[in-house]
């Protein structure tokens, strides 16, 4: 049994599979940290299928880029877990789980998240379903101005901001929602698939993508936070 946890934003969840098939699964919205909902949705889900940590045969961590506090709390939970558990953990990055169930369909893919007030997280795919630029952070406008060929949105920022991408590129956009518990399957997914494959990530070294620093610890910025 894989144990998946997503708190990378505003929406989190967990759930339980075998290999990339899910069991059972929660998903909440918070308004301020996850600290308080994540052990006890683990918990309900291990008590509902009665198995316990020591079950496990692996972990499927959320890596962000999304909210500082979020991101620490799921990490910090998943490391925990395996450390306690012994048992191996995988990592995806965030908006690889929002872009992948629209790759290789012949067109780009963009997927963003909220970040702060305005600002988006985002990442390019070209339709061949590789990266063109790493995960990056800036305002809608500006990421709209990139835009030159026929390209594929999803992702949770499109909550916010998908009127103004269709208003401002008319067919070069198409606009695809999703569900929250959509990236968590995607999550459960991937990450089993890593740990079959033997690419579990060294507990030690693995940290959240919080792209930027924290309003409260100065002045913002891009760049992966030195640990």
């Known amino acids: 049994m894989f144990l998946s946890i997503d708190t990378s934003t505003s929406n989190a969840g967990v759930a339980l599979s075998n290999q990339d098939q899910i069991f059972i699964s929660e998903t909440w919205h918070s308004t301020s940290s996850h600290t308080a909902e994540l052990m006890p949705a683990v918990s309900s889900l291990l008590a509902q299928i009665n198995i316990s940590l020591g079950d496990l045969e692996g972990i499927c961590v959320a890596a962000g880029p999304g909210g500082f506090s979020s991101l620490r709390v799921g990490m910090s939970v998943a490391k925990g877990i ?65 835009i030159e060929e026929p390209t594929i949105f999803c992702g949770e920022g499109l909550l916010a901001h998908s009127e103004i991408i269709e208003k401002s590129l008319g067919q070069l956009s198409k606009i695809i929602h999703t569900e929250p518990s959509d990236r968590l399957y995607t999550l459960a997914k991937l990450g089993t698939q890593r740990l079959n494959n033997g690419q579990s990530d060294n507990i030690d070294e693995l940290q959240p993508n919080y792209i930027k620093l924290p309003s409260i610890g100065g002045p913002k910025k891009q760049g992966n936070i030195a640990q």
């Open 82 to 146: 395996s450390i306690a558990s012994s048992t191996p953990i995988a990592s995806i990055g965030t908006l690889d789980l929002e872009a992948f169930p629209n790759l290789g369909n012949g067109m780009a893919v963009c997927a963003i998240i909220p970040s702060g007030r305005s600002d988006v997280a985002y990442a390019l795919f070209n339709k061949n379903s590789e990266r063109v630029a790493e995960d990056s952070i800036t305002s809608p406008l500006e990421l709209i101005a990139t």
